[in-house]
C-alpha cells in the first residue's frame, strides 16, 4: 500500500502510514520515510508490532548507527542488556512502578526538560525511534518544538550573530538544574560535547536553532552571557506555535530529527500509572551504504 503522510501541525509533523515498519527493508520504501523526516521533523507511525529486536533492527535499517553511551547508562545497567535500547518507562526490574525517590527515577524526570537526545555526545544523536509499550489513561503526553521555525522566525541581525556560535552541552548539567547529584566519577563520565549553534540539515537545506537544557554555555562567551541567550532562544523555540503534543496509543512509534527539534515528557501521576516506552537513537554519522549495514544489522539481530 502507498505510504502517505498527514500533517497534524500547521509546521511540522505527520502521521504516516500505512506500514508495518517491520516489514519495511526496501531501499525505496526508507527513503521515502526519510524524505518525510527532512519534511515534517516528526512522524507518527501507529500500530507497529515491534519487538525489542526489530526495533533495533529497523532504527539501523533506517539511519545505521546507534547510540549507545546514553547518560543513564553511568547510573544503572540497562534493563534489557543492550544500552542501544533506552529504557523509557517508570517501572523497575520487575514490573513495579519505581519508587518516588528511587535515583532512576529522579534522574528520568529530566527527560521533563526541553531536550534534543544525545547532544551531550559526540556524535550527537540524529534520529530517535520511541516506541509505547504501555501507555496510562491519562496524559503523559510528549510535546515536541519545530526548531527550523523557530530559527525562521528570529530576526535577522540575530541570525546573523548566531551564525558559527558553538554551545556546550552536558546531561550533567541539565540534571544539576534540577537538584540532581552525580558522583565525582559519574561526573567525570559525563563532561559533554561541543556543537554548532545553528544546523543546517542536509536533507532539507533548513538551518534550525540547535538547542537543549543540556546547553550551558556558548564558546568564547561570558558564561552568565551565553546561559541567558540560550534560555530566550529555548523560550522563543518553545512558544505554543512551534509546538505539537503527542498524546501516545500503544503501538505508536514516533521518530523525531533531534537535528531539527526539541521534546520533552509532560508529567502525570507516575506513581499511580505504569508507561512503558521505549526509545533507540542513531548517531549522527554518514549513513552506511547498503551491503555495510547488513552486517551490522547482523551483529545486532538477536
Ligand atoms: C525520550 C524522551 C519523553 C517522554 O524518550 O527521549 O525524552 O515523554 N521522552 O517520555
Ligand atoms: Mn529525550
Known sequence: MALTFHPLHALFVAEAGPLDLTQVRDEATLDQIRAGMDQYGVLVFHDQPFTDAEHLAFAQRFDGELHAKTGISTLTKNKFGNEALTDISNLDE????????????????????WHTDASFQDPPGRYSMLHAKIVPPVGADTEFADMRAAYD??????????????????????????GFEFSAEEAEKLKGAVHPLIRTIPGSG?????????????????????RLMLRDLIDHGTQPQFVYRHHWRVGDLVIWDNRATMHR??????????????????????????????????AVGA
Open 153 to 178: 522566525a528570529l530576526p535577522e541581525d540575530l541570525q546573523g550573530q548566531l551564525e558559527g556560535l558553538q554551545a556546550h552541552h552536558s546531561i550533567a548539567y541539565s540534571r544539576q538544574t534540577l
Open 265 to 298: 515528557g509532560r508529567p502525570f501521576e507516575d506513581r499511580k500509572y505504569r508507561r512503558d516506552l521505549r526509545r533507540v537513537t542513531t548517531l549522527d554519522l554518514p549513513r552506511p551504504v547498503l551491503s555495510e549495514r547488513k552486517g551490522a544489522e547482523a
Open 206 to 226: 533548513r538551518k534550525s536553532t540547535y538547542l537543549a537544557s543540556h546547553a550551558f554555555m556558548i564558546i568564547g562567551w561570558p558564561v552568565p552571557e551565553g
Open 94 to 113: 520487575n514490573g513495579d512502578i519505581l519508587d518516588t525517590d528511587d535515583r532512576r527515577r529522579m534522574y528520568q524526570l529530566g527527560n521533563r526538560l
